[in-house]
């Protein structure tokens, strides 16, 4: 049997000699394996005289990936009985940009022409073709029911790991794209035991076509397709939330003339004032991860900061970070016992990212700050799966102005380790992915703006939605179970094993 | 509605008519005048040119005053409508900014009954919800500043835009610099603003 490259061979780049029995290809600790990997390879960080204008002490600006094993994965064309070969092309396609957008798998596109899968799965053939993963797919049409029936098999152990047969709306039908996504985490899940993001959508806002002057919510397929508009107020609606279940959106809209937090019921399309009644401002809600609760911050004559609200039994105001500097841009912990938020208090031109019980308390500096340095830190984002916090920002001074990055502080080691994810252009608006791996950013290059995906593992990037001025990107939960925005696919049963 | 029962004279009826059409504003109704018996028509008709004169003259001046008022008026409202700006990623008064925003002072003070709504904005560099920040950072040091001269805090609110509304377009300096400011927006009192 060959040797197969695993996820333990991080730990050592030069051993590769894991049998099936160290199967695990990409270890659920994989993130926090390549902080380690970093942690111990970080050469003693520089004095202060010799750093480079615009670089932040103690952050990893290299991305050391190189050892991370992609296995390959062959993906066959799928076959169809009943339905037309376009259908099962349609569906091929879709599956196999998910897989390649999970960005755990290399995918094999230009297949021998001599593989015959007829007599059964050939594994010897594909072993010696270098693949360790094989798909195989096929669109059922029965009786006006349509079925995507897909096996994966483990080259390696010359093994079927697990074969699923899942309904399947009409090509034309609202919920296609999501019933196809679907089976393509269960896929991922199969092959690595984690939950894949192609059933996931991502919320931003941008200027509504036809009208520069306004900004709208929309949403966006994680593989870019189907771009739709949620609001229509013809006015300025930002920073839109998705609800832990993925079933709602808040967001923040001037339609009355003060900027207030709005929800969207996403199944019927209902919107209610979810925020308290008054005067004041109110921005960047973010969900507690139980639902019933937002934290946002508000903008009021005499009290300002980040505050909490109930929004199920709509009471108790409550300020957790006030003070004469603003405090914004409240994210809660996967546990929504901590907030991430930032704070000007240490001057208006340096922002800072702190942290903080929930429920208020003390807080505590997380980005890097280092005095007379400056610094510009904004836009924290929690970790849903790991104590991670992804923001964005950098080293201000004249040659670095605007030149934001992504960065991730890992919260579980001893000196919140730093990784910067960016490393071209502006970035802005970082949000988790439900794998706690990829991140949705604003970004902005030579060649134009966009909406990006960066993979924290890999360090790979792809454009999700390109040439849009799109800002306050938000991803969402999984959305397997509701469908999303606009979906009405039932549920799925989970593929045998 | 011209009343003319007064009119005793030719002359004077035919006058009365031209004012009548002359419509607006209406006139004060000229003095009937008092015509002792046997007043040659010169008598007559220098009396009545001088009757005109001295009314010409009030009107004048009455216009005069209005006129002045009128542009003192405006000058204030542009006074308080006046964009205030502010240096990069700030929100403290500059020297410049002081001297606008006293000059908004007296024509608060002359005008008690004047509301505003200061709405912050920032330009585009940097992230979008610090902007909204630092936009109402600029509005309540705006607020602050005038409520130091004893002016009442509740007449003033304020909201912020962020960079979301750019007076200029551009990602230059120029851009830039127009585009940090506080806006102030009449919300009360606008149409009864005298100056100071």
Not at chain 1, 25 to 51: D, V, W
Not at chain 1, 220 to 248: E, F, H, I, Y
Not at chain 2, 131 to 142: D, F, K, M, Q, Y
Request: aromatic letters at 8%; glycine letters at 10%.
């Amino acid at each position: 049997m060959r040797a197969r490259h695993t996820g333990a061979s991080l730990a050592s780049p030069a051993g590769s000699s894991a049998g099936p029995a160290a199967h695990a290809r990409i270890a659920p600790g994989l993130i926090a394996g390549i902080l380690a990997l970093l942690a111990g390879a970080a050469t003693p960080p520089p004095s202060a005289a010799q750093e480079p204008e615009g670089q932040i002490p103690g952050v990893e600006l290299t991305l050391l990936y190189e050892n991370l094993y992609i296995p390959p994965l062959a993906i066959l064309p799928f076959r169809t009985t009943g339905d037309s070969p376009e259908t099962g092309a349609l569906v091929h396609g879709i599956v196999a940009r998910d897989l390649d957008y999970s960005d755990r798998f290399r995918i094999i596109d230009s297949l021998p022409a001599l593989w015959n899968d007829q007599q059964g799965v050939q594994y010897a053939f594909w072993d010696q073709y270098g693949v360790d993963w094989l798909v195989i797919g096929t669109v059922e049409r029965v009786a006006g029911s349509r079925f995507l029936a897909v096996e994966l098999h483990d080259i390696v152990t010359a093994s079927a790991r697990a074969r699923g047969r899942f309904p399947l709306p009409a090509p034309d039908d609202p919920g296609f794209r999501m019933a196809v996504h679907r089976v393509s985490d269960e896929i991922v899940m199969w092959a690595t035991g984690e939950q894949g993001i192609a059933a996931t959508q991502i919320a931003f806002r941008m200027p509504a076509l036809g009208d520069p002057a306004s900004k709208e919510i929309y949403i966006v397929d994680s593989d870019g397709a189907n771009r739709r508009r949620l609001t229509w107020d013809a006015d300025l609606a930002v920073s839109p939330a998705w609800s832990p279940d993925g079933s709602r959106l808040a967001y923040t809209s001037y339609k009355s003339g003060v900027p207030k937090i709005y929800e969207i019921e996403l199944a019927t399309g209902t919107e209610r004032m979810i925020g308290p009644g008054g005067s004041g401002q109110q921005h960047s809600p973010a969900y507690h991860p139980h639902g019933g609760e937002i934290s946002f911050t508000l903008t009021d004559r005499g009290s300002k900061g980040v505050v909490s609200y109930n929004i199920r039994d709509g009471c108790c105001l409550r300020m957790l970070a006030g003070g004469r500097a603003p405090n914004i841009q409240p994210a809660y912990s996967r546990d929504g016992r901590t907030l991430a938020f930032v704070s000007l208090r240490l001057g208006s031109a340096t922002p800072q990212v702190y942290t903080m019980p929930s429920e208020g308390g003390t807080q505590t500096l997380l980005s890097p700050y280092r005095y007379g340095q400056g610094g510009y830190f904004t836009d924290p984002d929690w970790s849903p799966v790991s104590n991670q916090v992804a923001f964005a920002g950098g080293i201000v001074n004249r040659r670095t102005v605007g030149r934001y990055h992504i960065f991730i502080a890992d919260l579980d080691t001893s000196d919140n380790r730093l990784i910067q994810l960016t490393r071209e252009g502006n970035n802005e608006d970082p949000s988790w992915a439900p794998d706690g791996r990829h991140l949705v950013f604003k970004g902005e290059r030579r060649n134009g703006l966009g909406i990006f995906i960066v993979d924290a593992a890999t360090g790979r990037q792809r454009v999700l939605v390109a040439n849009v001025d799109a800002e306050d990107t938000d991803w969402s939960p999984w959305l397997g179970n509701s469908g999303g925005a606009g979906q009405s696919p039932g549920n799925l049963p989970r593929g045998g094993r | 509605m011209c009343n003319a029962r007064f009119v005793l004279g030719a002359f004077a009826a035919s006058l009365l008519i031209a004012g009548c059409g002359r419509g607006q504003p209406v006139q004060e109704t000229p003095t009937p005048i008092e015509q002792p018996p046997g007043r040659t028509p010169q008598e007559i008709a220098d009396s009545i040119a001088a009757e005109r004169a001295r009314q010409d003259s009030i009107r004048a001046a009455q216009l005069a005053a209005e006129q002045a008022a009128q542009r003192a008026a405006r000058a204030a409202r542009q006074t308080l409508e006046g964009t205030v700006y502010f240096d990069y990623d700030e929100s403290t008064i500059t020297s410049a900014t002081e001297a606008a925003l006293r000059a908004k002072v007296e024509v608060l003070r002359a005008n008690p009954g004047v509301r505003l709504r200061m709405e912050g904005h920032a330009d585009e560099r940097g992230t979008s919800e610090y902007n909204i920040a630092l936009g109402n950072e600029r509005a309540e040091s705006v607020i602050q500043f005038l409520t130091n001269f004893g002016l009442s805090g509740d007449r003033f609110s304020s909201v912020s835009y962020g960079e979301e509304q750019p007076a200029m377009q551009g990602s230059n300096e120029e851009a830039w610099a127009l585009n940090r400011r506080v806006e102030f927006v009449i919300t009360a009192g606008g149409d009864s603003i005298v100056g100071s």
